[in-house]
C-alpha cells in the first residue's frame, strides 16, 4: 500500500469532483422529461394505480431510497425483489432505472410489464439504449455509467477533458441519488405535502 | 393537486441545493476522522479480516452501495440483513451507519459486535450520541437526519438561515453516498487499483 | 471427500426423518393457540390494521414466504427490512419469529413494537425465552433450534432417543413453514378464498 | 368471515396433508440426479468456484436458506439479487430454481450464466420445460407450480385423486425446502463435518 504522502488526490478533492458534476448534470436534466414524469407518478395518486421499481445493483438501491420516500408521500409503491410484490395490471407504471439502458434483467422486467399493458418509464443515460426504445417515456440522466462508453459525451461537456477520478458507474449513480430526491421536493411541493406529512409514514421500529 | 405555475421552487433548485450541499459538506469532514477510517479498512485486508456493514433505512441503502464497492475493490465485506453473512469475530470490523446516532437496531446489533470483540466504526452526525459513545472509532459526516434537531449547526452553517428544501434525512444520506464513494476513490488510490480491476469483479448476471 | 459408499445414511432417509418430524410436531401445536392468532390476523382486515413481520436468518425467510400468501389473501402486511415498511401504530400486530426466543433484533424491534401499542405474536418454542415474555399472545411451534439445549424435551419426545440428522435450528425452520403454510389454508378456509382469488394477487412480473 | 364451526378441514389436517406429501415426494425423487448435483457442488471446493443460487418469490426463499447452510458448510456461496454478489464466471456454478420452469427473470439469469461459461443447475419439476433445456443438469423435485398444470401427474401420483389443500405453489415450495436441507445433511455427510463445525459460521449478530 503506497503511502498517503504519495496521493495525487485528496480527500476533498473526490467529494467535490462528485458534487459539482451533480450540480453541473442538473442543467442537462430537461424539464418537459421531469414534468412528464411527475405527471404521471401523480396520476397514480388520481387512479389509484401502483408503481413499481426495477433495477439492479448501485441503480437498484437509488430505486429503493426513491420508493420509501414515495411510500411516505402516500403512493402505491413497490420494488421488485422485495418480499411484498403484487401482481401488476394495465394501467400501473413501471420506472425501469439502467444507466448503460442495457441491463438484462431490467430489460426483461420492463418487457413482461409492457406485454401487462403497464406504462414503462425508463431512467437511462442513453436515449437509443434498448430500455429506453421499449419505454412509454423516458427521462435522460447524464452520467458515466458502468459500461464504458466511448462517447460519453455528456460527461466530457460537464468534467472537460480529464477522466473522472469516480470509478465505474458512481456518476450517474450520484447523479440518480440526487435526481430522485429533487423529484421529491418537486412532488411534496405539488401536492401541498409538508415534512411533517412524511414523517408520519416513516417506519417506527427500526 | 396545485397547478405547477404556482411551484415556488423549480426542480434545478432542488437538485442544485442539495448538490451544493454536499460541496460545503465536504469542508467539514475532518481529515483525520477519514484517515484513520481509510487505516481501519486497509488493515482488513493486511490481516485478513472481515467488514460487516450495518445500517436501516436510505442510510442501510448507501451502506450497501458502499459495500458493493469494497467488494469490488476485494475486501472481505458483508451487509447485516443480506443472506450471506458470515460470523464476525474479534478482530473484524464493523461499520455503523446512523445519521441520529440513536436508531435501536443499528446500537443492537453494534454492542453485539463490541462484546464479540469486533472494531466499531460509526458513521453519524451526532459526536454525543449513543451510536458514537460505543464506537472505536467515529467518523462525523454532517446532514440534517430524520430527527429533527434544534442544535442542526452544522446544516444552519451550510445552507445559512434558510429551512433545506429536501425532507427528513436526505441531506444527510445524499452526503453519506457522496462521502463512501469519495472512500472508494482514496482507497483505490492508496492501493493502486485501477477502474479495471474493479470491474473484474462486478456482478456479470443481472 | 468420503466416497458415498461409507455413507450412514441415504438422502431419502434425511427427508423422511424431517418430514416425518413435521407430521408428530403437527399434534404438538396447540389448536387454541393457532385459534387466536388466526383470529388476530382476521380481526387486521376487519380493523383496516398492518401486520408487520420481524424475523432474522432463516426464520426470517420462512417469515417471508408466509408474507407472500398474506399479502395474496389480501392482508396489508410488510416485512422488516423491506425497502417499503411503512410506520406501525397502535393496534397493528407484529409477528415476531425466533426459535430460541432469544435474538436480539427481533427482541429490540418486538419490544419496541410494544411501547407503540402494537400488539406483539411471538413465534417460539420456548414459552419461558424472553420473546414469549413480552409478547401479548404465543404460538409455541416446536423444533430444535440453533442454540442447542438440554431440555429439547419435546424435540426427543418427536424423534425418540436418537439425535437428529438435520443440523441447527432445521426442524424447527421446516416445520415453521409448514405451519404457516397451514395456516395459509385455515385462512383461506375462513374467509371462503379459492386458490384462483389468490392468483390475481401473485406477481406477475418475475 | 365463517364461524370456525363450518370448517370442513381441521388446521392439523393442513399439517398432515403437507407432510405426508412431502415424505411421498420424496421417494419420486431421482437419485442419481442428487448424487450428481452433490459432485458439483462438492466439486466447487476442490476448484475454488463460486456458487450462484438464482430464483423468485417462495422459490427464492428456499434458495436463500440453502444459500446460507451452503455458507455455514464452507461454501463459496452467493444469492443473486444479494448486495454482495461478484462476477461469475466460467467453471462456476449456478442453481437455477424455478418449480414451472418457466420464470422469466430466472431463465433470462441461467443464459447470461451460460453464455459466461458457467454450469447451470435446474431445479425444477418439469424435465421439458425451457428451463431444464438450457440446463447443464436437471434436478426434478416433484410438486404443484403456481402455474396449474392439467398434467400435474406426479402430484395426483402422490395425493390420490382428491385436490390439494395448499394452494398455488405450496406443495412445491416446502418439498424444495426440504430437499435443500436433506442435500445440507448429505454434504455434512460426505464432508464429515459436524453441527458444530456449521455453528462457527453461523452469524453472530442477529
Known amino acids: 500500500m503506497s503511502s498517503k504522502n504519495s496521493n495525487k488526490y485528496s480527500f476533498k478533492q473526490f467529494m467535490k469532483e462528485i458534487s459539482e458534476y ?39 438501491l437509488a430505486g429503493k431510497a426513491f420508493a420509501m420516500r414515495l411510500m411516505h408521500l402516500g403512493f402505491n409503491v413497490y420494488v421488485l425483489g422485495d418480499t411484498i410484490t403484487p401482481a401488476i395490471y394495465g394501467g400501473d407504471v413501471v ?10 434483467l431490467v430489460i426483461t422486467a420492463a418487457s413482461t410489464a ?21 419505454a412509454d417515456h423516458v427521462v435522460i440522466v ?14 466530457r461537456q460537464i468534467l472537460g477533458e480529464h477522466e473522472p477520478l469516480a470509478p465505474l458507474g458512481t456518476l450517474f449513480e450520484i447523479t440518480l441519488n440526487v435526481f430522485f430526491d429533487s423529484l421529491v421536493s418537486e412532488l411534496m411541493q405539488r401536492l401541498g405535502k409538508t415534512e411533517e406529512d412524511l414523517k408520519k409514514r416513516h417506519t417506527t421500529i427500526e
Not at 421531469?34 to 441503480?59: C, W
Not at 425501469?96 to 441491463?103: E, K, L, R
Not at 447524464?142 to 460527461?155: C, S
Open 22 to 60: 451533480v450540480c453541473k448534470a442538473s442543467d442537462m436534466i430537461n424539464d418537459y422529461e421531469v414534468d412528464k414524469f411527475t405527471n404521471i407518478l401523480l396520476e397514480t395518486l388520481q387512479n389509484n394505480k401502483k408503481i413499481l421499481i426495477v433495477g439492479t445493483g448501485r441503480s437498484g
Open 142 to 155: 447524464p452520467g458515466r455509467t458502468k459500461i464504458a462508453r466511448e462517447n460519453d459525451y455528456t460527461v
Open 95 to 104: 420506472i425501469a432505472i439502467s444507466g448503460s439502458g442495457i441491463t438484462r
Open 114 to 134: 409492457k406485454e401487462i399493458g403497464a406504462k414503462v418509464i425508463a431512467i437511462t443515460s442513453y436515449r437509443d439504449s434498448p430500455l429506453a426504445k421499449i
